[in-house]
């Protein structure tokens, strides 16, 4: 189980097309995960998810962990079984949400004592609570509980901050005692700093973990600082371990994940920018709300294959969203989900073809051809 | 087109199986209208309407006519086009939402004045604007305009009130110049009023239409007060047309109005209820927030045989109500409509076999049994 297979290499970039089993069923990667916060990924059916290709889905530690609570959800048998999705999920481990959305923290070398950020009730959660709770939920791939540091931090502290998160780590695998049912992932951290990077990827390739996350990016470095960042780190992992880039990105964004050899992303942005109405397509982004598709009967995307670009033209997805209807979110999201999971369809083919390198100059000239 | 035919009568009750012939299919009655308001069934889409057998949907002239307009529809092909349904729709005029939510409004022979409860623009809609903007819309069954009086009102309001509704429901046909591919079904007011039912029926049947609703109930009586009226108003129309009971109502009101000779309905009470966390079940109902389905990891109806009922616990269903997730609203409206829908199944069912009065005393042993 969670034997990573790499099955292709690209020869003019760094982009890789592997496999990894789950228990839970085999994913192709590259890969996107759709984000499921709160056991649901919002607006869709595990139904829909499947038909439009997502082979797992990301639900979070730290929302499952404050509401409904994890015990709950092991009583339903699971998270898979509580939201009905039969195909691989990981969780974070709560890191990320603690430090990003919890009220006053305190960070001691046992954990963190936070405050929720629904009912302002104190929680404290450390490796070992991250692990049952991820041990609770049953996740095909569980997170290690790690500090994300923000950009901008000083050198000595994402240090200190860094070897804190492999000491966490080690304490996470010590914790987990079911290797076989679910994986764990180790998280490098060290924000900007190569020789942080360096030192956090060394010390947790250490301690052997069936795969890696980069984290502490997509915080607020520009978009450059990250293809820097990007540029180095993925060179830092075992090459025959999976690689994930946690919270990342745009379409954009993956495909420069993917050509710097990354594996596995997530992000809310599909799903949110849905729901504010815009669209990603092959002809740029479309903010439906805008007043000149008020009478534009063609649909988001001419070249999109999903449901929503099948039977729904731009002025009626238009109307929904000054209507404030539901269908409005549902269709975007569908249609924002199809569109990043038919990019990484695209990209696994031109990998295995050796055309990731044309593949991409195509990509990146019809965006810049469509932004207006 | 528009042919009723009358396939079985119950020899026990006043219950009538029908099938009226549409454009766009074969509607098969006694029938209950998922309701569009503003074209767009609350959290469903079309295909989801059509899984769960519903034959023919309503929506509101009104609406659509303050956004995004009917002649924006028109211009994408007519509403089913522009809201991708293709079986049969039903309009209402106008006539409700102008008396009920629109702003101040004068009423003359001509027709009604009123402020766009969006933003308060004045708007005129008069029988010959009903009749323009439902041509535009292009639905199966139009509805004329008609001044729906509140309960209780004064009999000589009422009075005048129907002879103009009566003069409103001529000046429709007049303006109706396309009765083989739309029809116009008159709407019977009189209030309370059993003369001035009297009144308002022989006044329209006159007129001839092809099918007749019965306007003005459920705007405020007693259930009492609605079953009495039921009692004797449909026997005041036409054996061989279908007869509509305009915004009516919960399960048990479909079962009432079915004994009593009723063919249609429409309510918006399932969508909304279920996006309120409230379900009708064959167990009672069922209000998903409270504390005691906190474990409940059966579904909202055993007995059910609903996608949501299928795939989901009343857990689930409770978290997500709670967490204010889309899901909810979509997986509630689906088990409710699906809920109204099989009732209709069931009754079509037991008048065919004419075990209509057995039918319906069980369902409310059953209903009495469940009250909570």
Chains 1, 2 share one sequence.
Not at 132 to 157: K, R, W
């Amino acid at each position: 189980m969670f034997e990573f297979e790499l099955i292709k290499q690209s020869t003019t970039t760094k982009a890789r097309r592997g496999r990894l089993r789950t228990p839970h069923g085999v994913i192709e990667t590259p890969v996107f995960m759709p984000v499921g916060t709160q056991a649901s990924v919002k607006a869709m059916t595990t139904q829909e998810l499947a038909d439009i290709g997502a082979m797992i889905i990301l639900s979070n530690t730290y929302h499952l962990h404050v509401r409904p609570g994890s015990d709950l959800i092991k009583a339903a048998g699971g998270l898979h079984r509580f939201m009905n999705w039969s195909g691989p999920i990981l969780t974070d481990s709560g890191g990320f949400q603690v430090f990003s959305l919890a009220g006053q923290r305190k960070i001691t070398e046992e954990g963190v004592t936070f405050q929720s950020h629904l009912d302002g009730r104190r929680i404290f959660m450390g490796p070992e609570e991250a692990i049952a709770i991820q041990h609770n939920l049953g996740s095909d791939i569980m997170m290690v509980f790690d500090e994300c540091t923000p950009i901008p931090a000083e050198h000595e502290y994402v240090r200190q901050s860094v070897d804190r998160t492999t000491r966490w780590a080690k304490r996470c695998k010590e914790a987990h005692d079911r290797p076989e049912k679910q994986a764990l992932f180790g998280i490098i951290q060290g924000g900007l700093y190569p020789d942080l990077r360096q030192r956090s990827a060394s010390a947790l390739i250490e301690l052997d973990f069936p795969g890696y996350a980069i984290g502490g990016l997509s915080v607020g470095e520009t978009k450059q600082e990250m293809l820097s960042a990007l540029d180095y780190i993925p060179d830092l992992l075992p090459v025959d371990k999976p690689r994930y880039l946690m919270g990342v990105g745009t379409p954009d964004d993956l495909v420069d994940g993917v050509l710097r050899g990354v594996d596995m992303f997530d992000c809310v942005a599909p799903t949110r920018i849905a729901r504010h109405g815009l669209a990603w397509t092959s002809q740029g982004d479309v903010s439906i709300k805008q007043s000149r598709y008020e009478r534009d009967f063609t649909p988001l995307d001419p070249a999109c294959g999903c449901d929503t670009c099948q039977h729904y033209t731009k002025a009626y997805l238009r109307h929904l969203f000054k209507a404030g209807e539901i269908l409005s979110a549902r269709l975007m999201t569908l249609h924002n989900l199809h569109y990043m999971l038919e990019i990484m369809r695209q990209l696994r083919q031109a990998i295995e073809q050796d055309v990731t390198s044309e593949w991409a100059r195509d990509y990146f000239a019809n965006r810049r051809a469509t932004i207006k």
